[in-house]
C-alpha cells in the first residue's frame, strides 16, 4: 500500500493519535499490507460475521449503498445493530478482535458508479505483535480473484 497509494497511507498515519486516544494506550498501524486497504464490495457481495485479528479498526465509508450495512453483535435486546453506510461516516470498532462483525448484502443501485461499497479501512495493533496470518486473511494476502468476499 504504502508504495502503490502513498497519499493515503499518510492520511491514515493522522488517525493514529484517534485511535489511540479510543484504546486508551499505544498502538502502531498493522506492519503489512492489512494495515491500509480500499474494501470494495460489489453488489451482490457480503461478508459474513468475522472478529478482526487487531484491536482498534478505523473504517471510513467512501459511498453511500443500499444494503451493505456494517452489522454486529451487540449487548442489545435484538442481538444485533446495523450501521448504515453513507459517504464520510467514520466508524471505530475498538476492541475489534472481540466483537463478531459483518457486511450486509450490498444491492444494486440505479447509478452503477455508486453500488459498490467502497471504504477506507485502517487497522491498527499493539506494538511488537505480528498480526499477519495469510491463512485467514485470503483475500487480503492472495493475488488471486476472489467472488463475493466470503467467510474465511
Given at each position: ?8 497511507w ?5 488517525f493514529?493519535?484517534l ?8 498502538l ?17 457481495g ?12 478505523l473504517?471510513?465509508y467512501?459511498?453511500s449503498?443500499?444494503g451493505?450495512e ?24 475498538i476492541?475489534?478482535n ?10 444494486e443501485?440505479v ?11 485502517i487497522?491498527?495493533?499493539?506494538p ?6 495469510p491463512s ?11 467472488e463475493?468476499?466470503?467467510v474465511?
Amino acid at each position: 500500500m504504502r508504495q502503490y497509494l502513498p497519499d493515503i497511507w499518510e492520511l491514515s498515519a493522522k488517525f493514529q493519535p484517534l485511535a489511540e486516544r479510543l484504546w486508551g494506550g499505544p498502538l502502531v498501524p498493522l506492519n503489512e499490507q492489512a494495515a491500509v486497504n480500499i474494501n470494495i464490495v460489489p453488489p451482490g457481495g457480503q461478508q459474513g460475521f468475522h472478529k478482526d485479528r487487531n484491536e482498534v479498526t478505523l473504517l471510513i465509508y467512501l459511498t453511500s449503498n443500499l444494503g451493505g450495512e456494517l452489522e454486529y453483535e451487540s449487548d442489545s435486546p435484538a442481538g444485533t445493530q446495523k450501521i448504515r453506510t453513507r459517504a464520510g461516516t467514520f466508524v471505530g470498532l475498538i476492541k475489534a478482535n472481540e466483537i463478531s462483525h459483518r457486511v450486509c448484502p450490498v444491492q444494486e443501485m440505479v447509478v452503477p458508479f455508486e453500488s459498490e461499497r467502497v471504504a477506507l479501512v485502517i487497522s491498527f495493533g499493539l506494538p511488537d505483535i505480528n498480526y499477519a496470518d495469510p491463512s485467514r486473511d485470503k483475500f487480503l494476502y492472495s493475488t488471486d480473484p476472489v467472488e463475493n468476499q466470503k467467510v474465511f
